[in-house]
């Protein structure tokens, strides 16, 4: 089963991946993750990408398909894909679409995380993760057992993306409106697209999405 995962940043589209991932064995591709890690390790790539993630501003489409085909060129013992993050324009819908004919390869589902825009903003400001494991927090939506510190890592500490900052996150959700919410017509055009509220517990959310997936 390959899928594509939509919805506005903060609609807790990472936290519903992970669960996912786990539950259909999927490869988790998400250009955002790939982009961080080659910005940390300080690769050529990493130094070029760096300055436009922090501004909420997109990576070119070539960087990020090229990032995705060749993730996916190996997908190991897993049960298929799902994309994070990506495609988030029309150019790089149909440059993967493309790049997948080519492959025989074949998109299943594209599900579309709904939620109302305060509720996104709110989620943004709460975010936290990991320092060290990089798990995905919300300190009112989805909070760790014990305040700023994960769960799993023995009391490591929660830290907010370099990238969350309230006019990042105004720019990211207007690049959202503006640029991947088309995609919606677009996937629903060719019968894929299925919409799920987004507004529930990480439970019922993700109870939906598996129900709209089988
Ligand atoms: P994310 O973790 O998905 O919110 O991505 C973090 C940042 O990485 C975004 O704000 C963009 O700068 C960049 N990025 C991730 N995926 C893409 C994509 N498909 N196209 C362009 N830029 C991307």
Redesign the pocket.
């Given at each position: 089963m390959n899928i594509i995962l939509l919805g506005p940043?903060g609609v807790g589209k990472g936290t519903q991946a992970t669960l996912l991932r786990d539950h259909f064995k999927l490869l988790h591709v998400?250009?955002?993750?790939a982009?961080?890690k080659e910005k940390s390790l300080g690769t050529p790539l990493g130094k070029e990408?760096g300055k436009?993630?922090e501004s909420?501003?997109?990576?070119?489409?070539d960087i990020?398909t090229r990032i995705v085909i060749s993730a996916i060129s190996d997908l190991g013992d897993k049960k298929g894909f799902m994309l994070?993050?990506?495609?988030?324009?029309l150019a790089?819908a149909e440059l993967l679409a493309k790049m997948l004919a080519e492959k025989s390869i074949k998109i299943d589902s594209v599900i579309s995380i709904e939620a109302d825009k305060e509720i996104v903003i709110k989620r943004l400001a709460g975010r936290r993760s990991c320092e060290k494991c990089g798990k995905d927090y919300n300190i009112h939506f989805n909070p760790p057992k014990v305040a700023g510190e994960c769960d799993v890592c023995d009391g490591a500490k929660l830290i907010c993306r370099a990238?969350d900052t309230e006019e990042t996150h105004l720019r990211?959700l207007t690049e959202y409106e503006d640029k991947t919410e088309p995609l919606k017509a677009y996937y629903s055009s060719k019968g894929l697209l299925k919409p799920v509220d987004g507004m529930g517990t990480v439970e019922s959310v993700f109870r939906d999405i598996s129900e709209a997936l089988n």
């Open positions: 940043p998400s250009t955002g993750e982009l961080r990408v436009i993630m909420g501003g997109l990576v070119s489409d990020v994070d993050g990506y495609p988030r324009n790089q990238d990211r």
